[in-house]
Structure formats: structure tokens, C-alpha cells
């Protein structure tokens, strides 16, 4: 009784939240120029963390690109828009349309246009069962060159603290991004600011602000700004 009371208030809340979310305007950040409305959904409690910025900066990437094959590496965007069909690969999480396979093996049939990540490849050889420091290096270089077409664009958003290795590696340029962009949370009500990357280096992931503190859209390919 007390567990279905406890899910019948959760799904209640988010009912509430969602409906609030949609009557209260948002407010807005800038990234490279481009302003972005703060993304406020109640899953994930997307309106209090980092979710805020990934979701509204790789959703409008991906609406100018409709039309185009799009792949989504980690199964997050259904989770906030239900009429999305484009491509996507995670290896656990089964859902419709989601390929149940590990990136660093996936060879499509077909090349993508638009290769999108949102707060997935921090995850990658650190939070698996069989630790590889590396293995995200592997993973990169498999999207880019078996996963991305001609002329394409990879997009990851990927918040910085979480992962040291990855940290390391996005600092000494040795992802194969051609670019990083970074923002900050100022706040404890959730605001971003663009930071120079010299700013970046030495986040906590969960301090100050609880998830991430610092996030980085790293991009191969042109396109996204």
C-alpha cells in the first residue's frame, strides 16, 4: 500500500510539473551567439540539472536536420519527445526503435547524417562492469569513421567532473572532436552561463550544485553553430 502510494504521488507530481512547466515562461541562456530556452521537464528532474541545457541545444540541432538519417547514441531524447523516429543505440536500456548494442562494435548498414549524444559517453568503460579507461577513445573513433557520413556532424554533450579520464582526455584534445564549447551553472536555480575552456578544467561533478557543474558540447563536423 505504502509502494503505491508512494508511485501514485510521483506520477501525480510530474503530472503537476509538466502542466506548471507549460503555463510559466521559461527563461533563456546563449551558447556561440544562439539563444536556447532552459529545457523543464519533471522526468529525470530535467528542470534542476544539466538536462536543462543538453536537451533544448541537441533537440534544435536535430530539428534542422529532419529529413536527414540521425542516429542518437544513448536512448535519452524519447524520454522527453514521443514523436521522435530516428535511429538509436544503447546498450541496455530496451525500447522501441533502440538498438541493444555496444557503440564500440556498431557497424550500420547505413551512414548518418547527424550523430547526437546527450550525457551518455561520460558513462562509456567507466561505469561498466569491465573498466577501460580507453575504451571510450575506441568508441569515438567507431562513430566517426564507421557510423558518420561524408560531410556529417557528431554533436555530444557530456558534463565534465563525472569522468576524470574522460576530463583528461577532452582537455589534451585526444577525442577526435574538432571543437568544445563549455557552460557553467552559476546558480541554484539552474542558470548557464558560456565559459572560456581555460574556466573549465577542475569541475566537480555535484559540487556545488548537485550533477553536473560544468558541461561541454563537443562537435566533429560543421553545422551545429
Known amino acids: 500500500m505504502i509502494k503505491l502510494w508512494r508511485i501514485t504521488t510521483k506520477i501525480l507530481k510530474d503530472i503537476f510539473l509538466n502542466f506548471y512547466f507549460r503555463l510559466i515562461p521559461s527563461r533563456n541562456f546563449f551558447l556561440q551567439g544562439f539563444i536556447f ?26 530539428k534542422r536536420n529532419r529529413g536527414k538519417n540521425i542516429l542518437e547514441i544513448g536512448n535519452v531524447l524519447s524520454h522527453y519527445y514521443h514523436s521522435l523516429d530516428h535511429d538509436v ?18 557497424k550500420p548498414a547505413k551512414l548518418y547524417d547527424v550523430i547526437v549524444s546527450i550525457s551518455t559517453i561520460e558513462h562509456i ?8 579507461p580507453d ?33 583528461n582526455f577532452i582537455k589534451r584534445k585526444e577525442l577526435g572532436f574538432d571543437r568544445y564549447y563549455y557552460l ?17 578544467f577542475g569541475a566537480k561533478f555535484g559540487e556545488p550544485f548537485p550533477n553536473g557543474n560544468v558541461e561541454v558540447i563537443c562537435v566533429f563536423g560543421s553545422g551545429i553553430f
Request: glycine letters at 4%; one cysteine or more.
Open 37 to 62: 530556452s532552459y529545457f523543464r521537464h519533471a522526468y529525470n528532474r530535467a528542470w534542476e540539472n544539466e538536462r536543462t541545457i543538453e536537451i533544448p541545444i541537441i533537440y534544435e540541432f536535430i
Open 135 to 167: 575504451k571510450i577513445l575506441k568508441v569515438i573513433h567507431n562513430i566517426i569513421n564507421n557510423c558518420l557520413s561524408s560531410g556529417g556532424t557528431f554533436v555530444a554533450a557530456v558534463p565534465l567532473g563525472y569522468n576524470l579520464n574522460l576530463d
Open 125 to 132: 568503460g567507466w561505469d561498466e562492469e569491465e573498466k577501460s
Open 184 to 200: 557553467k551553472r552559476v546558480s541554484a536555480d539552474n542558470q548557464w552561463v558560456e565559459i572560456l575552456e581555460s574556466d573549465a
Open 89 to 106: 543505440i544503447d546498450k541496455y536500456e530496451k525500447a522501441p526503435l533502440v538498438i541493444n548494442e555496444d557503440a564500440i562494435d556498431f
